[in-house]
């Protein structure tokens, strides 16, 4: 019945990729590929929440160095090694949102960050969700030049 939050484990990325498709719409949504290789390229970066032996929530983040998220940072190429922290999923299980999994997790995922030596956290959100990350210590900075999916998202930045 506890929540457990830890790293993703390789075998688990199904799981991720079952929530992912469900989580955001088709042109947002990143493919199991990608989730492949984030856990192979940034596995101290990924984290899960799970609960009754089930993944329940993700938080994938990758290390940079550019201070916001762009369309380049959901290609599978390598970015510059930096101090920061870029978020690039957050989400639930239908089933367990709105039950405060995920911000315990978004929690986690800060200090996992802090710890790996990040000094800042960034990611972009849709209008709606800017309150939500502003909990965590999350700033908005403005409209993203990130067009992911073709939405319109806005760049938020926390230090660490």
Known sequence: MDLIMRKVKADELDRV??????????????????YIWRQKNYPDYF??????DKIVSVVCAIPTNQELIN????DMEKLPFG????????????NFQCQGITGELIK???????ENGMEKSCLTCKEHLIHYYSKFGYELLGVS???????????????L
Do not use: Q, R
Request: aromatic share 12%; glycine share 4%; with cysteine.
């Open 47 to 52: 984290f899960v929440a799970e609960k009754n």
């Open 145 to 159: 030049e990130s067009t992911h999916g073709g939405a319109v998202w806005y760049d938020m930045v926390c230090k």
């Open 108 to 114: 986690y995922s800060l200090a996992k960050l802090k």
């Open 17 to 34: 990729y079952e929530i992912e498709k469900v989580a955001f719409p088709p042109e947002e949504a990143a493919s199991l590929e990608k």
């Open 83 to 94: 101090k920061i922290g870029a978020v690039v999923s957050v989400m639930a299980d239908e």
């Open 71 to 74: 369309n380049d940072i959901f």
